[in-house]
């Protein structure tokens, strides 16, 4: 049976049994439960601490799990991701206090808290950097204020934490992160079946999220500036409308460009203008 591990707690949990569920599996879980069969699917789902997945995977004893790109990373597992997901987003960045001018070039000698050492401990050995690490499990953002480090690392989302700990973001990100699918490295090229489908299923779902479907109605002199408008992922789908010199088009367009493409289309004369989510795709 198909061994997939999803997050017990923390950020990506929720997201990750939408996910799955959305895609036709049941991982319910009534209460504590740590393992949840799905029979019709013969697939297994293990819920574990989002930070020991990708050990999991590595091992070959789960075969698919669901974590955190900087989670894997901080791991040192030889996990490979098969897919991004597009949820718990995320930067890993240092910070210091407000007023400081400290950059990581200037991290000699200095007390780092994070509770991501392994991502820390690399990135300082690539800037050839001797700092002490201190590890601490969360609430990271308060341990400058607390005395214990003179710069943090840490996940920033929006960045509140971080400004309401009075710190500021020093130096470029070291890494962007998601949740993402990951399987045993080199196991890429040769997926049983059952993975599979998991993973399209799963890849239907988040692609949809990324785009919505257009429809419009509009006049035969201006449909091919309306199509370069949107010119969907093959091509757009184009119906004569029973109106002489009319024509239907529908495409599918990217959700981020979705208020800029409509705006376009009615400068160019497009009526009747629909937008639709589309909930799961096969592209
Ligand atoms: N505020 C956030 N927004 C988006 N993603 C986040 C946020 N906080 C953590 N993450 C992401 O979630 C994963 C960490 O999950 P984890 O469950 O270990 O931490 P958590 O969400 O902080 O949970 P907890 O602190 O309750 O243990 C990482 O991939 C991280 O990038
Ligand atoms: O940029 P923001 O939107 O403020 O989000 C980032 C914060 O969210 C997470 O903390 P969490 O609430 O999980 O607490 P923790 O530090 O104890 O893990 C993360 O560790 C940051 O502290
Ligand atoms: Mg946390």
Known sequence: MLKIAIPNKGSLSEEARALISEAGYN????SRELKVTDVANQVEFIFLRPRDIAVYVQSGIIDLGITGRDLAMDSE??????LPLGFGRSSFCYAVPEESLLTPEGFKGKRIATSYPGIVSRDLKNRNIDAKIIKLDGAIEISINLGVADAIADVVQTGRTMVEA???????????????LA???GRGDNL????QVFIERLKGIVVA???????????GDVLETACAVTPGIEAPTVAPLRREG??????????KELNSIMDRLAEVGAKGIIVTDIRTCRL
Not at 209 to 219: A, T
Not at 246 to 255: D, E, H
Request: glycine share 6%; with cysteine; hydrophobic share 40%.
């Open 27 to 30: 991982c319910k879980r009534y």
């Open 166 to 180: 009075g710190l500021r973001i020093s130096g470029e990100p070291i890494m962007v992160s998601e949740g993402i």
């Open 209 to 219: 999220r990324e785009y919505v479907m257009v429809e419009y109605d509009v006049p």
């Open 183 to 185: 399987t045993r490295k």
């Open 192 to 195: 049983t079946a059952p993975e």
């Open 77 to 82: 597992s030889e996990v490979d991701e098969l």
């Open 246 to 255: 009319w024509f239907a088009v529908k495409a599918m367009a990217r959700k």
